[in-house]
Protein backbone atom coordinates (compact mmCIF):
# COMPACT_ATOMS: atom_id res chain seq x y z
CA UNK A 1 0.00 0.00 0.00
CA UNK A 2 0.99 3.90 -0.16
CA UNK A 3 3.08 5.20 2.03
CA UNK A 4 3.23 8.69 3.41
CA UNK A 5 5.65 10.59 5.35
CA UNK A 6 5.44 14.13 6.59
CA UNK A 7 7.95 16.50 8.20
CA UNK A 8 8.90 18.29 10.32
CA UNK A 9 6.27 17.16 13.24
CA UNK A 10 6.73 20.40 14.88
CA UNK A 11 7.39 23.98 13.50
CA UNK A 12 7.26 26.92 15.38
CA UNK A 13 7.65 30.39 13.55
CA UNK A 14 6.75 33.89 14.37
CA UNK A 15 3.85 35.67 12.95
CA UNK A 16 4.38 37.00 9.84
CA UNK A 17 6.79 34.77 8.42
CA UNK A 18 6.14 31.67 6.49
CA UNK A 19 5.53 27.94 6.87
CA UNK A 20 6.28 25.04 5.32
CA UNK A 21 5.51 21.18 5.85
CA UNK A 22 6.31 18.62 3.54
CA UNK A 23 5.42 15.12 2.38
CA UNK A 24 6.35 12.36 0.49
CA UNK A 25 5.00 9.57 -0.70
CA UNK A 26 5.38 6.09 -2.45
CA UNK A 27 2.91 4.69 -4.94
CA UNK A 28 3.20 6.65 -7.92
CA UNK A 29 -0.65 5.73 -8.82
CA UNK A 30 -1.83 7.95 -5.77
CA UNK A 31 -3.27 11.29 -7.69
CA UNK A 32 -5.19 13.00 -4.96
CA UNK A 33 -3.35 15.24 -2.75
CA UNK A 34 -5.48 16.55 0.31
CA UNK A 35 -4.20 18.64 3.40
CA UNK A 36 -6.27 18.84 6.76
CA UNK A 37 -6.17 21.09 9.26
CA UNK A 38 -6.95 19.86 13.13
CA UNK A 39 -7.25 22.54 15.80
CA UNK A 40 -7.18 21.06 19.56
CA UNK A 41 -10.49 18.75 20.04
CA UNK A 42 -11.77 19.27 16.35
CA UNK A 43 -12.14 17.60 13.56
CA UNK A 44 -9.83 17.46 10.53
CA UNK A 45 -10.90 20.12 8.08
CA UNK A 46 -10.01 19.92 4.28
CA UNK A 47 -8.14 23.23 3.59
CA UNK A 48 -6.54 23.21 0.51
CA UNK A 49 -5.86 19.65 -2.62
CA UNK A 50 -4.10 18.92 -5.16
CA UNK A 51 -4.40 16.42 -8.44
CA UNK A 52 -1.27 15.15 -10.14
CA UNK A 53 -2.63 16.83 -12.93
CA UNK A 54 -1.73 20.08 -11.27
CA UNK A 55 1.34 21.48 -10.08
CA UNK A 56 0.38 24.04 -7.89
CA UNK A 57 -1.94 25.63 -6.39
CA UNK A 58 -3.12 28.55 -4.03
CA UNK A 59 -5.75 29.54 -2.01
CA UNK A 60 -5.10 33.37 -0.34
CA UNK A 61 -2.50 32.57 2.00
CA UNK A 62 -1.79 29.27 1.67
CA UNK A 63 -0.49 26.71 -1.53
CA UNK A 64 0.32 23.33 -2.31
CA UNK A 65 2.94 22.18 -4.67
CA UNK A 66 3.07 18.50 -6.26
CA UNK A 67 6.08 17.20 -7.73
CA UNK A 68 5.09 13.83 -9.34
CA UNK A 69 8.37 12.80 -10.44
CA UNK A 70 10.05 12.69 -6.61
CA UNK A 71 6.77 11.94 -5.47
CA UNK A 72 6.59 14.68 -2.61
CA UNK A 73 4.22 17.85 -2.30
CA UNK A 74 4.32 20.47 0.23
CA UNK A 75 1.81 23.13 1.95
CA UNK A 76 3.37 26.36 1.87
CA UNK A 77 1.36 29.23 4.68
CA UNK A 78 2.91 33.10 4.12
CA UNK A 79 2.37 35.86 6.56
CA UNK A 80 1.11 33.47 9.32
CA UNK A 81 -0.89 34.50 11.77
CA UNK A 82 -1.91 33.02 15.06
CA UNK A 83 -4.93 31.79 14.44
CA UNK A 84 -2.63 29.20 11.84
CA UNK A 85 -1.55 27.32 14.93
CA UNK A 86 -3.14 23.35 14.42
CA UNK A 87 -2.25 20.18 13.33
CA UNK A 88 -1.88 19.54 9.36
CA UNK A 89 -1.88 16.43 7.93
CA UNK A 90 -1.41 15.56 4.50
CA UNK A 91 -2.78 12.41 2.76
CA UNK A 92 -2.46 10.91 -0.33
CA UNK A 93 -4.77 8.71 -2.33
CA UNK A 94 -4.93 6.68 -5.65
CA UNK A 95 -8.63 5.27 -4.90
CA UNK A 96 -10.81 5.46 -2.06
CA UNK A 97 -8.23 4.90 0.50
CA UNK A 98 -6.48 7.80 2.11
CA UNK A 99 -2.95 7.03 3.33
CA UNK A 100 -2.32 9.92 6.22
CA UNK A 101 0.95 11.61 7.39
CA UNK A 102 1.40 11.65 10.89
CA UNK A 103 1.20 15.59 11.48
CA UNK A 104 2.85 18.52 12.43
CA UNK A 105 1.99 20.45 14.77
CA UNK A 106 2.37 24.48 14.17
CA UNK A 107 3.10 27.16 16.48
CA UNK A 108 2.84 31.24 15.05
CA UNK A 109 4.66 32.87 17.98
CA UNK A 110 2.70 36.53 18.21
CA UNK B 1 -27.87 20.08 7.13
CA UNK B 2 -26.10 18.52 9.94
CA UNK B 3 -23.55 16.86 7.81
CA UNK B 4 -21.91 14.41 9.76
CA UNK B 5 -22.46 13.38 13.03
CA UNK B 6 -21.04 10.63 15.44
CA UNK B 7 -22.56 9.36 19.13
CA UNK B 8 -21.28 9.38 21.39
CA UNK B 9 -19.26 11.96 22.33
CA UNK B 10 -17.52 10.36 24.51
CA UNK B 11 -17.77 7.36 26.81
CA UNK B 12 -15.84 4.97 29.16
CA UNK B 13 -15.60 1.62 28.79
CA UNK B 14 -15.05 -1.45 30.78
CA UNK B 15 -12.72 -3.99 29.01
CA UNK B 16 -14.16 -6.86 27.42
CA UNK B 17 -17.74 -4.62 27.17
CA UNK B 18 -19.50 -4.55 23.45
CA UNK B 19 -19.67 -0.84 22.41
CA UNK B 20 -20.99 0.74 18.80
CA UNK B 21 -20.24 3.60 17.72
CA UNK B 22 -22.25 5.75 15.56
CA UNK B 23 -21.97 7.49 12.49
CA UNK B 24 -24.41 9.24 10.32
CA UNK B 25 -24.06 11.52 7.12
CA UNK B 26 -27.15 13.54 5.41
CA UNK B 27 -25.03 14.32 2.79
CA UNK B 28 -26.33 11.49 0.71
CA UNK B 29 -22.65 10.72 0.16
CA UNK B 30 -21.75 7.03 -0.94
CA UNK B 31 -18.24 6.41 0.56
CA UNK B 32 -17.93 6.14 4.72
CA UNK B 33 -14.45 5.65 6.80
CA UNK B 34 -13.94 4.97 10.28
CA UNK B 35 -10.57 6.01 11.19
CA UNK B 36 -8.85 6.03 14.99
CA UNK B 37 -6.17 8.51 15.88
CA UNK B 38 -3.48 8.71 18.28
CA UNK B 39 -1.04 10.90 19.41
CA UNK B 40 2.19 10.40 16.98
CA UNK B 41 0.45 8.20 14.87
CA UNK B 42 -2.02 10.43 12.63
CA UNK B 43 -5.52 8.96 11.34
CA UNK B 44 -5.30 5.19 10.41
CA UNK B 45 -8.73 3.81 8.75
CA UNK B 46 -9.76 0.82 10.05
CA UNK B 47 -12.38 -0.02 7.73
CA UNK B 48 -14.42 1.77 5.37
CA UNK B 49 -17.69 1.37 2.47
CA UNK B 50 -17.52 2.17 -0.87
CA UNK B 51 -21.15 1.98 -1.08
CA UNK B 52 -24.19 0.46 1.17
CA UNK B 53 -24.39 -3.17 1.32
CA UNK B 54 -20.40 -3.58 0.92
CA UNK B 55 -16.98 -2.77 3.70
CA UNK B 56 -13.49 -3.21 3.58
CA UNK B 57 -10.81 -3.64 6.12
CA UNK B 58 -8.15 -0.70 6.07
CA UNK B 59 -4.79 -0.50 7.96
CA UNK B 60 -5.62 -1.74 11.92
CA UNK B 61 -8.76 -3.52 11.36
CA UNK B 62 -8.42 -6.04 14.13
CA UNK B 63 -11.16 -6.13 16.67
CA UNK B 64 -13.65 -4.26 14.83
CA UNK B 65 -16.45 -4.65 12.84
CA UNK B 66 -18.76 -2.26 10.47
CA UNK B 67 -21.89 -2.79 8.47
CA UNK B 68 -23.52 -0.72 5.88
CA UNK B 69 -27.09 -1.30 5.87
CA UNK B 70 -28.08 2.12 4.29
CA UNK B 71 -26.58 5.14 2.35
CA UNK B 72 -26.25 7.05 5.85
CA UNK B 73 -25.09 5.26 8.20
CA UNK B 74 -22.17 3.05 9.43
CA UNK B 75 -22.08 1.77 12.94
CA UNK B 76 -18.46 0.68 14.16
CA UNK B 77 -18.15 -2.40 16.58
CA UNK B 78 -16.03 -3.31 19.14
CA UNK B 79 -17.03 -6.62 20.43
CA UNK B 80 -15.03 -6.73 23.07
CA UNK B 81 -13.06 -3.81 24.16
CA UNK B 82 -9.14 -3.83 25.23
CA UNK B 83 -7.47 -1.13 26.97
CA UNK B 84 -5.43 -0.37 23.27
CA UNK B 85 -8.83 0.52 21.78
CA UNK B 86 -8.89 3.57 23.93
CA UNK B 87 -8.36 6.41 20.84
CA UNK B 88 -10.23 9.39 19.21
CA UNK B 89 -12.79 7.97 16.95
CA UNK B 90 -13.50 9.65 13.77
CA UNK B 91 -16.03 9.12 11.23
CA UNK B 92 -15.76 10.58 7.54
CA UNK B 93 -17.70 10.63 4.49
CA UNK B 94 -17.05 11.47 0.55
CA UNK B 95 -18.89 11.63 -2.47
CA UNK B 96 -16.14 8.93 -4.40
CA UNK B 97 -16.61 7.28 -7.50
CA UNK B 98 -16.39 7.57 -11.40
CA UNK B 99 -18.64 10.79 -12.36
CA UNK B 100 -17.17 13.57 -13.08
CA UNK B 101 -18.70 15.49 -10.01
CA UNK B 102 -16.89 13.01 -7.82
CA UNK B 103 -14.63 15.15 -5.83
CA UNK B 104 -12.47 12.16 -3.10
CA UNK B 105 -12.27 15.20 -0.77
CA UNK B 106 -13.52 13.45 2.72
CA UNK B 107 -15.53 14.62 4.79
CA UNK B 108 -14.93 13.98 8.73
CA UNK B 109 -17.20 14.00 11.97
CA UNK B 110 -16.64 15.17 15.48
CA UNK B 111 -14.90 12.42 16.44
CA UNK B 112 -16.12 9.96 19.71
CA UNK B 113 -13.10 9.29 22.23
CA UNK B 114 -13.30 6.34 23.72
CA UNK B 115 -11.71 5.10 26.90
CA UNK B 116 -11.28 1.65 27.70
CA UNK B 117 -10.41 0.67 30.99
Known amino acids: GENVEQHPSTLSVQEGDSAVIKCTYS??????FPWYKQELGKRPQLIID?????GEKKDQRIAVTLNKTAKHFSLHITETQPEDSAVYFCAATGGNQFYFGTGTSLTVIP | IAGITQAPTSQILAAGRRMTLRCTQD?????MYWYRQDLGLGLRLIHYSNTAGTTGKGEVPDGYSVSRANTDDFPLTLASAVPSQTSVYFC????????????????FGPGTRLTVL
Open chain 1, 50 to 54: IRSNV
Open chain 2, 92 to 107: ASSDSGTSRLSTDTQY
Open chain 1, 27 to 32: DSASNY
Open chain 2, 27 to 31: MRHNA
